[in-house]
T-cell receptor, first 109, second 116 residues
Framework: SQKIEQNSEALNIQEGKTATLTCNYT??????LQWYRQDPGRGPVFLLL?????KEKRKERLKVTFDTTLKQSLFHITASQPADSATYLC????????FGTGTRLQVFP | DSGVTQTPKHLITATGQRVTLRCSPR?????VYWYQQSLDQGLQFLIQ???????AKGNILERFSAQQFPDLHSELNLSSLELGDSALYFC???????????????FGEGSWLTVV
């Protein structure tokens, strides 16, 4: 079955460093991958979408890559700030949008 | 504010009861999605409607049902509630169905359901 996986362990980094989160998928080839941010008790908020024919997509301090050979997407936050602390979810869509379990990012001052 | 409105925000009910969660999508969006998020699980896709018709189904229990009305708002009905149904239920909407293009979806703030 189609699976999308994220590292369930929390990522703790120091302010100013680059945070890198990983999303792996198996048993299929999604045409798109999306990344969302979710704060505790709140609904997920869309950040970036990347298509399979795009290697990289950027938005301000955010960068997403899509490696169809490795079946992996990387999500980078450069110059991270404590306000970036949240859970980050990757999702793939075919006829429905399926989310990974998310990785919690904690940025310390 | 995503533009997706969910009511009620919080709900406490007893086992065996039935509740209805309501969702108003963003203005102009035709697709509505329902997700369940419990503490020990991620976002679980339940069901999607597009312009009043069921479009995709996920791991939705038979005790749960949903519909989308002509004005495009949607309701999720949960019956014979069990303790394990306690979760945050999200509604989301998008302009079109996901299979058409790389549409993103916009989430509401969720309805907290506690079954006691």
């Amino acid at each position: 079955s189609q699976k999308i996986e994220q590292n369930s362990e929390a990522l703790n980094i120091q302010e100013g460093k680059t945070a890198t989160l990983t999303c792996n998928y198996t048993n299929y080839s999604p045409a798109y991958l999306q990344w969302y941010r979710q704060d505790p008790g709140r609904g997920p908020v869309f950040l970036l979408l990347i298509r399979e024919n795009e290697k990289e997509k950027r938005k301000e301090r955010l960068k997403v890559t899509f490696d169809t050979t490795l079946k992996q997407s990387l999500f980078h936050i450069t110059a991270s700030q404590p306000a970036d602390s949240a859970t980050y979810l990757c999702a793939h869509n075919t006829d429905k949008l399926i989310f990974g379990t998310g990785t919690r990012l904690q940025v310390f001052p | 504010d995503s533009g997706v409105t969910q009511t009620p925000k919080h709900l406490i009910t007893a086992t065996g009861q039935r509740v209805t969660l309501r969702c108003s999508p963003r203005s102009g969006d035709l697709s509505v999605y329902w997700y369940q998020q419990s503490l020990d699980q991620g976002l679980q896709f339940l069901i999607q409607y597009y312009n009043g018709e069921e479009r995709a189904k996920g791991n939705i229990l038979e005790r749960f049902s949903a519909q989308q009305f002509p004005d495009l708002h949607s309701e999720l009905n949960l019956s014979s509630l069990e303790l394990g149904d306690s979760a945050l239920y999200f509604c989301a909407s998008s302009l079109q169905g996901l299979s058409n293009s790389g549409n993103t979806i916009y989430f509401g703030e969720g309805s907290w359901l506690t079954v006691v």
